[in-house]
């Protein structure tokens, strides 16, 4: 005979089935749906853009400055005057896929929908569940800000014929499944190529020239190429080193900093191991064939020399007790600077940036706390920075060009957030 | 000159012979054999301390302010106070764009162990730079400080940082070991807006009633107040603050 204990458990689901609208199996799976769409809306990042610190989720009104003014977030939030609450799921979809308003008007793609067309119909119906399931927020989206003639948005039409190219991703099948489901996720709701692409002046980043680096506009942060191992091409890493990069934040080959760091904050650190894995091997494979970095060092020019000089006293002084007299650092914690690409990349910026700005890598659920690099702008004089850099840049085998006291005071204004 | 020309030719080392010639072989025999393998599992302390090293470089090693005007003396400001300014940091309340930089990705418990960590540090007080104003702003700093200006809505510091000025549990700072520039920024940040603290904000009231001679003098007398020799905060509502402030629940 049951007891009264298992009479209850099967009576409990019941009673809720009754109640609600839906029978149990059909709540069930919009369970499941709108948890698949929380999972798939951080692969997107949405909340990166569609939130502002501190601010309501998903009710937009972020600034994004531009070359050709400043945009706003739009509210995804579902409230129906000023939300998404009255589109449908099609409506949802051709935004994802077209980028088009429900009302046919065309979206700036500082909306990734070059890379969101890609995303299949299931996980955007999927997304589009979860987003209906959060708490409408009643925001109004606030006008764009941008100069003649970028108001205008017909000239969006003359972008897209340009660099947007519709369609949902097409697996390849001389490749695994793994390495298909990484490519989705990178050149889908990843939308990796928005920053690791080179930006041309009218503002996109033509497909064949896809992840092959950039200097990201406003931001003053260098995108390094994904397909070149003299960059940040991973090909010569271990599976293991790139998804502790990208999920944690740190690796033993190197961490992640600048804008990096809020894509491993807001978004990679929630994906499960397969997708990580997947997106690894994925990554691996785009710099496989690239020429690994040469060994030798390009020979300094004599006024180099005392650079190099004055550059290793101020190592020494100042960052050889973490990163070690001989550049190896104390990795993961500590990233290696000796055989570390990011520094010997031919832009020099994030190096410098590096040095004057400091910087944590992400808090995540892989390291919770991190150590941290202090901010060196208030202590080094121009010459000092440029003296450490060119120094980091050719020691220990590195092979980057020399850099200038004027390339390092120019970037004492860049930007912080 | 090669490292093996200066120690044939090194005087001490002639001397000492074939003795002193194996002492250096045989010691970078050691080194040769230790680095390689021992950097690879060298890690930095597990210690708060060590991951808050980037601190250190602006607020000293123990967190006692350097001799920089503008980067101010964290150890021993209540663990609530110091937590709050993290949060406004990291999420734009406060702006000051190296810090918002720094903390933006941060989750809020490392916040809140790095408040911890700072408000038990008792590190002895920097040496006090001399006072640059004259003796009848001093004295305007001193009745403000500790009297208030009532006529103007102006409450005593001291009703709500405490007589010697070390702060109170959980979240009102200490104004002790303060730089003047430090002081007057702050006033001049919650004037303009670009320090606002949780609602009502009592220190944008406050501010906003000084003139800016008021806040020239309260900076310049506080900066010259040695710290105490028990620089710990009062205890959670030992004091009876005139006016309500957001951060400070009471």
Redesign the interface.
Known sequence: MPSIWQTLSLAIPLAFGLVASLPPSARADQQAEIAEGEYLARAGDCIACHTVPDGALFAGGLPMLTPFGTLYSSNISPDPATGIGKWSADDFYRTMHQGRFPDGGLIYPAMPFPSYTKVTRKDCDAIYAYLRSVPPVRQPNRPNDLRFPFNNRSLILGWRTLFFQEGEYKPDPSKSAEWNRGAYLVEGLGHCAMCHSPINALGGSPESKAFEGGLIPMQNWYAPSLTSNKEAGLGEWNIKEITDLLRTGISHRGAVYGPMAEVTFDSLQYLNDADVHAMAVYLKSLSEGSPPATEVSSIPAPESSLLLNFGQTTYQTHCASCHAPDGRGMPPEYPPLAGNPSIQMQSAVNPIRMVLNGGFPPGTAGNPKPYGMPPFAQLLSDDEVAAVVTYIRAAWGNRGAPVSAREANRLRTAPLD | MSFWSLVGRGSLINRAGRLGRSIVVITLTFWSAT?PHA??T???PDT?E?????????HGPQGQGTN?DYFPRLAGKPAGYLLNQLVAF????RRY??M????????E??LR?MADYLAALRPPPLPQAATEVGPALLTRGRELVTEGDPGHGVPACARCHGPTFTGMEPAIPGLVGLHASYISAQLGAWRYGTRTAAAPDCMQIVASSLTENDVSAVAAWLASLPIPSDPSPAARGALSMPLPCGSEPN
């Open positions: 680095v950097q690879p060298a890690h930095p708060i060590a991951r808050m090293l980037a601190c250190a470089a602006c920089n990291r999420d734009g309340r764009p190296p918002n930089y720094l903390l933006e990705y941060l989750p418990a490392y162990q």
